[in-house]
């Protein structure tokens, strides 16, 4: 109990900042005891580990026979020993700081004892060998390696001369008479390339006419820079199919977990593999009973040296899952602090173990430490009468606006009225894409009794202000009652420092009450970058003493990567947030929730 709320899993390391304390803590698995040492972070004690270590070892030897007889909850007199102990360490650390070699001074320096009169006479001895027949050798080589290289380029060109004479002299007569000159077989003739045209026009093999340019340019819809509100299902998308029909109804209430048929179906194949195994293992004979028993530990003290084997192999397949290397290592380091020291039974092996413990820590990783309910938070907003903003965010290319209209449809089906920003004024084709869906999800969800459209879609087109354009979304969709107003951005990548800014502007200026990072299941080592850059970017630019960084992650593209689910781990364990939508296909149902059983089983298979 006191290990998963005290160290979550979230780090390798051993200490834990709080406000203006550091603390740093040390397990003791055999006894189940845990040491910690609390200090002003604003010092820098050089000794806290090996103090802590020292309290350890002097607590064990001084206590052991009432900790093993199970005595641990009685009174123990220890302020002697941890006054002497921390009074030694403080005096080890001193000796050690005075015994550490000084800076020399400039009198004790080399630099000190040159004078003036010592380093023009070092000159003078460096230009000393720079009189003739020292040079000579060398002078004599270069001059015969030159006229080499003469004699051979005069040879060459001998050869051409008569050519080139000849050439000359066609061009002249040419000039003079004004005709064109012959060309003759020259000793390398090259073959003749045809001219090239000019510039055609490209013709589209289904049909394409210069109405299709017509219907596809939007500039002149908005190109006064005024906003636009978009609600109307009229022209494309009006009729939607019998298939898309048939996506209305399907996501009311909560959404489904990722996976949970199959899941389900693991287990039951799992319960009759291991039926299985008993009822063979009844038939076997006598002499298979043994191997049982084969690298088991008895009632052994793990020790660091056992358990590396088993974490060297664990990492590597952690790795190979797409987990991202740095965030693999602290794992491993978390499983051995775990487990060092404990007593294992008689029928467990290393291996299982620590596969048992690594999933463990897995799983309360990935289990959200804080409530994220949208349905619930956008219906107390409702009531307080102001909408509930969700602003998304991420690099380019993750799928932002197609999940954006995901949560859309999902909102739309619990009975909320939605108004999509878009504040991505940057990448061409944004606003149309938005423009699209908005008219896609009206067609399948008809106004309501009102004649309010469901969705509407608020833009000012390009080039302008993404925050005043959000700001000014959020005071339209107050004025006219909309529940959830869902602020688009523009794809950025977490080094482009002006765009980070730009963003953390937006969340500033407006305040969202839900800050989604939107990533892609398909990257490792990557992820991680992106996430710490997204939040360290955000607490810089914010000039805040509390400023609002990322509250949970979009994970999209799910679909695509089989088993290789690291990304989510990596995303989870680096902010300590939750993911709160799976993305799964190109539908707008095609939306889950995280199945954290499913997801660390698939890891660890």
């Not at 106004?447 to 959000?470: C, F, R, S, W």
């Amino acid at each position: 109990m006191s290990k998963s709320a005290l160290f979550t899993e979230r780090t390798g390391n051993n200490a834990f900042t709080h406000e203006a304390l550091q603390l740093k803590y040390k397990l003791d698995n055999e006894f189940e005891l845990v040491f910690v040492v609390a200090y002003q972070k604003i010092l820098q004690l050089s000794y806290i580990d090996k103090f802590l270590t020292d309290i350890q070892m002097e607590f064990r030897n001084k206590y052991k026979d009432c900790l093993t007889d199970g005595l641990a909850c009685g009174t123990f007199n220890f302020k002697g020993s941890f006054d002497e102990i921390l009074r030694f360490n403080e005096e080890e650390s001193r000796a050690i700081a005075k015994s550490q070699k000084k800076m020399k001074t400039f009198d004790e320096s080399l630099k000190s004892k040159k004078t003036v009169s010592s380093m023009i006479e070092n000159k003078k001895e460096e230009k000393k060998p720079a009189k003739g027949k020292e040079n000579k050798p060398v002078k004599e080589q270069v001059v015969k390696e030159t006229l080499k290289k003469t004699e051979q380029t005069a040879a060459v060109l001998g050869e051409m001369d008569e050519l080139t004479i000849q050439k000359n002299r066609e061009k002249m007569f040419a000039k003079m008479s004004g005709k064109k000159p012959v060309k003759t077989a020259s000793a390398s003739p090259k073959a003749e390339t045809p001219k090239k045209k000019g510039k055609q026009a490209t013709k589209w093999e289904m049909g394409g006419t210069n109405k299709d340019a017509v219907s596809l340019d939007y500039s002149s819809l908005n190109g006064s820079g005024d906003a636009t509100i978009n609600g109307s299902m009229e022209e494309k998308h009006g009729t939607p199919s019998a298939e898309e029909q048939r996506w209305v109804g399907q996501m009311k209430g909560g959404l489904r977990d990722l996976d949970e048929d199959e899941s389900e179906d693991e287990e039951v194949e799992e319960e009759k593999g291991v039926q299985e195994s008993v009822k063979s293992g009844k038939s076997k004979k006598s002499s298979g009973m043994f191997s049982m028993f084969k690298n088991l530990v008895g009632s052994k003290t793990l020790t660091r040296e056992d358990l590396q084997p088993a974490l060297e192999k664990m990492k590597e397949h952690i790795i190979g899952k797409n987990v991202a290397a740095d965030i693999s290592v602290k794992l491993c380091d978390s499983v051995a602090a775990k487990l060092e020291g404990k007593v294992l039974g008689t029928f467990s092996t290393t291996a299982n173990t620590v596969k048992q413990t690594l999933q463990d820590s897995c799983v309360n990783i990935l289990e959200p430490k804080r409530r994220i309910d949208i349905l619930r938070d956008a219906m107390e907003c409702k009531q307080k009468g102001r909408p509930y903003v969700v602003t998304f965010c991420g690099v380019n290319g993750v799928g932002k606006s197609t999940n954006l209209a995901k949560i859309c449809f999902w909102l739309i089906e619990n009975g909320f009225r939605v108004l999509i920003a878009a504040c991505d004024t940057f990448r061409a084709g944004a606003v149309e894409q938005l423009r699209t869906h908005t008219r896609k999800l009206n067609a399948l969800h008809p106004p309501d009794k009102n004649g309010q459209h469901m969705v509407q879609l608020y833009e000012k087109g390009y080039g302008k202000d993404a925050a005043g354009i959000a700001m000014e979304s959020i005071n339209y969709a107050r004025d006219c009652h909309i529940d959830v107003v869902l602020v688009d951005t523009a794809g950025r990548m977490q080094d482009n420092e002006p765009l980070m800014r730009a963003l953390s502007k937006l969340i500033k200026v407006n305040q969202p009450d839900l800050v989604l990072f939107v990533g892609e299941a398909l990257v490792g080592n990557e992820a991680v970058d992106q996430l710490t850059k997204f939040n360290q970017a955000l607490a810089d630019h914010s000039n805040m003493t509390n400023p609002r960084l990322i509250d949970g992650i979009v994970l999209t593209k799910f679909d695509t990567i089989d088993d290789k689910v690291g990304a989510a781990i990596s995303m989870t364990y680096t902010t300590g947030q939750p993911i709160v939508f799976v993305g799964t296909g190109q539908t707008y149902t095609d939306l889950r929730n995280l199945n954290v059983k499913a997801v660390v089983n698939a890891l660890l298979k």
